[in-house]
């Protein structure tokens, strides 16, 4: 399988957890039982999804610096 691909594939699915993540703590506030965790919660996701979007970000202009 392709590298950019796989890195393309995991930032959706990754995308779509911490969308859930972000929505079981607007609940979690509305309820008013925020828990520490359930904040936290979302940060996993949200981390890796900075690391692909950087990677996927600067992926053009890796390649114009092979081809010079």
């Known amino acids: 399988m392709n590298w950019n691909k796989l890195i393309r594939q995991v930032h959706r699915w990754l995308s ?3 969308t ?3 929505v079981a703590n607007v609940v ?3 309820i008013g039982k925020q828990e520490v ?3 936290l919660l979302a ?3 949200l981390i ?3 690391i692909s979007g950087l990677y ?3 992926l053009p202009y890796m390649g114009k610096l092979r081809t010079q």
């Open 16 to 18: 779509i957890s911490f």
């Open 20 to 22: 859930l993540a972000v």
């Open 28 to 30: 979690a506030m509305t």
């Open 37 to 39: 965790w359930v904040g």
């Open 43 to 45: 940060l996993a996701p």
């Open 48 to 50: 890796l999804l900075s």
């Open 56 to 58: 996927m970000f600067a």
